[in-house]
């Protein structure tokens, strides 16, 4: 990678999130384009649950489904994670499954993103305790968080938006940089949504 | 507080007897439970009781339209191994083992659930550990002779809950297969200990998600009972409707899962469609894809606009309908649901199975018309159920059941839909609640304290009960190849097995 691509770093001011047609095509095309110019069509999605309810996964699997239809833009799902550049976590991480997690964690190669998924990992739903960590960023860095119970699929889009931009400043500072990666996590709306719905 | 029920015990509550038992009695009592041929065991619990386990053992006589609950004290020696006479006793008592310390007489060996294996003794649990000089008598998996144990979780396929599988087989055909779920316990249940009823709705939504609405109404129910106060009949209406569009995104899920499984992407894709425009629809109406935040206890915040239920849900479901057709007249489909995944009627009597799993398995039970609660007393049900007990029979089962909840919607919506929350007095005393969720009889029981919050709330999501039989649908004459179809045509949760 010769060149520092130029792509948001976070979704730009006019991108909001309704559930009108034409917010989800512009959405839809930014997220094509950004993956398109880094990845060549090709960004790969390991899911991981460290405990959920089991909706959020409802949700991630509907990413793909016509309505959404992930592939047409260039980013696709992987069950190896050594195939996977983006790690998409749900649930609140229970302690018991640190091993799995870490595992998986461990064997997808740099550079590599950590998206959050829902109030679960970000400590909104249980809090850390003996069982769980409460949130994921106790155990993992995280890269981006999208907030939700459960994040809706144009919310899951628009989050991995963001985290197209992130990779690319990683990519970027892989390639140029040496030291550490001390970058922060982005949240996709500031904080957490009052109302849980 | 007293009455004679249909056996001659004391009455908790509508519909549910009660009947304190000693120690020595429990034994004679679940034998006789045992030769009552409708008694079907439905939940089996600890719960500490000023500074006691109780043990409590609940069947449903679903003819009877009846709940008879057993209680005794679990002082010293634990309990009479019941598993021996009533084998749907057994991943409760594995569960008392570990929550509480008290194992079954008779020295057997129990499997390890949530608790796992490097846990030490301060593992939050409801109750006591079991004793620091007893090693935990799990049972350890043998494999010999031919066959090996592929691992397979419990990081499992793109968007999959986490579950470990342990298929033992040798090469193809499954010979055995359990499953650890303790990637996912959350401590649900020890989390809703000491909280008021409304803080506590919030957890029992999310101890299952995909039956938010049926495990949240069960709980209301039982905090209801407490507090002597029911809904006016347009709330619970209310209530209904959102239990039968939860049932009927579900189901529409469970078909969408199966194409998935067979490889026919696109009846995936129809059923996916016919999925998302569901779930908008639940938002329209309510204000939440998953019908989450919709009940509370003493009520349901939101009414549903009737127009919109009327204008939507038609023409989704025909649409749905018509996919449904097309997978009936594509033979590639047909086939691998076939005699795949069986479990038999005698297997899902004994295990004690709910829902559609166990509809598809000759036994006609829906707790909305055996136990009938809120508008369900006034509504004709009609039972799908089919005798074949493989992965087609549970699929015609839930499409049969989405016409029949089309039906329900159009009858509660007729009838006047309702919204409010009353206060509930805040009273101790016990209940148990009970509702139809997409996967079946989901069961609360709660205890409350003199402040109204709970000491014990017991939640019995249908998954928990239901993925018992998974392994005995799984051996039966199946290849690996079949496990994906046989999990979507079960349609259960690791969330609320693990809860
Ligand atoms: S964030 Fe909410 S919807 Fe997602 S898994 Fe957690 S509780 Fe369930």
Redo the contacts between chains.
């Keep these: 990678m010769s060149e520092s691509p130029t792509l948001p770093t976070s979704p730009p001011a006019n991108l909001r999130l309704l559930d009108d047609e034409r917010d989800e095509r512009a959405a839809a095309r930014r997220l094509r384009e950004a993956a398109v110019a880094i990845f060549g069509r090709s960004l790969h999605i390991r899911t991981i649950d460290t405990g959920s309810c089991a909706v959020c996964e409802s949700e991630i699997r509907l990413l793909a489904a016509p309505h959404y239809d992930l592939h047409r833009l260039g980013l696709f799902f992987t069950p190896s994670p050594r195939h996977a550049d983006v790690l998409l976590v749900t649930g609140p991480a229970v302690r018991a499954f640190d091993p799995a997690l870490m595992k998986t964690y461990h064997a997808m190669p740099e550079p590599k993103l950590v998206v959050a998924v829902g109030a679960c990992p970000l400590g909104g739903v249980y809090g850390e305790d003996e069982l769980v960590h409460g949130r994921l960023e106790n155990v993992l860095p995280v890269d981006v968080f999208i907030p939700g119970c459960p994040p809706s699929p144009l919310a899951l889009l628009h989050g991995l938006l963001v985290a197209v931009g992130r990779l690319a400043e990683k990519a970027g500072e892989l390639s140029f940089i040496e030291g550490t990666n001390d970058s922060r996590g982005t949240t996709t709306s500031g904080a957490m949504p009052e109302d849980r719905r | 507080m007293n009455g004679e029920g249909a056996l001659g015990l004391g009455v908790a509550q509508a519909g549910v007897s009660e009947r304190a038992l000693a120690r020595e009695q429990v034994e004679d009592q679940v034998k006789t439970m045992a030769g009552v041929p409708e008694a079907r065991l439905a939940d089996f619990f600890g719960s500490i009781e000023d500074g006691q386990l109780v043990i409590r053992l609940l069947y449903g006589l679903d003819r009877s339209q009846e709940y008879v609950m057993l209680t005794w004290p679990a002082r010293g020696t634990g309990y009479p191994p019941l598993s021996d006479v009533a084998p749907a006793a057994f991943v409760e008592e594995c569960e008392i083992f570990e929550q509480f310390g008290v194992s079954p007489g008779g020295g057997k060996t129990l499997n390890r659930l949530v608790i796992?294996p490097?846990?030490d003794h301060?593992?939050?649990r409801l109750g006591e550990a079991p004793a620091r000089d007893r090693p935990p008598p799990h049972a350890p998996h043998h494999v010999s002779g031919e066959a090996f144990e592929f691992p397979f979780g419990?990081?499992r396929?793109?968007?999959?809950?986490?579950l470990y599988i342990g298929l033992v087989t040798s090469g193809e055909e499954v010979i055995d297969l359990y499953l650890l779920q303790?990637?996912?316990?959350?401590?649900i249940e020890r989390?809703l200990q000491e909280r008021l009823p409304d803080e506590a709705l919030?957890?029992v939504?999310?101890?299952?998600?995909?039956s938010?609405v049926a495990n949240s109404w069960a709980f209301c129910r039982a905090v209801e009972t407490v507090a002597d106060a029911r809904p006016p009949p347009a709330v619970e209406r209310s209530r209904a409707v959102a239990l039968e569009l939860e049932r009927c995104y579900n189901h529409a899920?469970a078909i969408?899962a199966l194409c998935q499984a067979t490889g026919l992407s696109v009846g995936q894709?129809q059923a996916?469609?016919a999925?998302?425009k569901l779930?908008r629809l639940n938002a329209a109406a309510f204000?939440?894809?998953?019908l989450?935040?919709v009940l509370a206890p003493g009520g349901v915040r939101t009414a549903p606009d009737g127009a919109v239920l009327e204008s939507g849900l038609g023409p989704v479901l025909d649409e749905l309908r018509e996919v449904v057709e097309s997978l009936w007249s594509t033979n590639s489909f047909v086939d691998r649901l076939e005699s795949c995944g069986v479990v038999t009627p005698d297997e899902a009597a004994r295990l004690g199975l709910v829902g559609p799993v166990a509809r598809a398995s000759g036994q006609s039970i829906d707790t909305r018309r055996d136990h009938p609660f809120g508008p369900f007393a006034e509504l004709e049900l009609d039972v799908p159920v089919r005798s074949t007990g493989d992965v087609m029979a549970r699929m015609s089962v839930m499409v049969d059941e989405i016409e029949e909840s089309r039906r329900m919607v159009t009858e509660l919506t007729a009838a006047g839909l309702g919204a409010g929350v009353a206060d509930l007095p805040r009273v101790p005393g016990c209940a148990l609640g009970w509702c139809e969720s997409p996967r079946g009889e989901s069961l609360a029981w709660v205890r409350l304290d003199a402040e109204g919050r709970l000491r014990r709330a017991r939640i019995r999501p249908a998954s928990a009960r239901n993925w018992r039989a998974f392994d005995d649908a799984a051996r039966s004459r199946n290849v690996f190849t079949d496990i994906p179809i046989i999990e979507a045509s079960f349609w259960l949760?690791?969330?609320?097995l693990a809860r």
């Design positions: 796992p490097h846990a301060d593992f939050p419990p990081v396929a793109v968007a999959q809950e986490s303790w990637h996912k316990h959350r401590g989390r919030f957890i939504e999310r101890a299952e998600g995909l938010a899920a969408a894709a996916e469609i999925l998302e779930l204000g939440h894809r998953y989450f935040g949760t690791v969330a609320g």
